[in-house]
């Protein structure tokens, strides 16, 4: 019998590139796979060709076919508004998601942005510790932010000025 664990590649190579058009079916599904509230087709598919988005994905690098996480960003003056990431439930833990923060943190410093800002679920651990460990910190509170579950939201800010990436 195979063992699934024994199956897994001891190391998983992955490239990081912007989304195109072609790209919204398998982002649709990792979003509904990863998030109690999913966002539309469409939604995904103007962001596409928004020009004051940063959006992302990482795909396999022998099998880019598979899509294994992907993020999206918005710049709002000289913010980065890190608004959705998720990595492909049986690839996590791999530095996937990390990657996309890090890609999308040094695209957005580049481009001249001075602070990355996102909201979290306070319960959302693995989250979190991504994000502090990139120097993000806490500086606030959204009480009952998430409607679905009542859930408070963190508000996290890092400094792009400082980033040493
Ligand atoms: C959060 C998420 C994107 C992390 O992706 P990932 O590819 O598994 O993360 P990485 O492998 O790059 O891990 C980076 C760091 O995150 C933290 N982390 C990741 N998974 C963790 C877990 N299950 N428990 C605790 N910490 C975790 C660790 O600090 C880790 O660093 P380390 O490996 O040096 O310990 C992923 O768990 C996910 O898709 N979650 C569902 C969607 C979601 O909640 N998105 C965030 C919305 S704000």
Known sequence: MTNPES?????????????????????VALDNAG????????TYQKEVNNS???????L?????????????????VDQLHILRVTVKNDLRKMGIGRALVEKTLEEA???GLKMALLEVRERN???????????????GLRRKYYTDTGEDALLLTA?????GL
């Open 7 to 27: 199956a897994k590649p001891e190391k998983t190579e992955f490239l990081i590139r912007k989304a195109i058009d072609g790209d919204i079916p398998q982002v």
């Open 35 to 42: 998030f109690p509230t999913p966002w539309s087709e469409s």
């Open 52 to 58: 004051k988005g940063l959006f992302y994905v990482a």
């Open 60 to 76: 396999l690098t022998d099998q880019q076919s598979v899509m294994a996480g992907f993020i999206l960003s918005w710049a709002v």
């Open 109 to 111: 410093k580049t481009s």
């Open 125 to 139: 651990t693995a989250a979190i510790k991504l994000y502090l460990s990139l120097n993000f910190i806490t500086v």
């Open 159 to 163: 400094s792009l000025v400082d980033l």
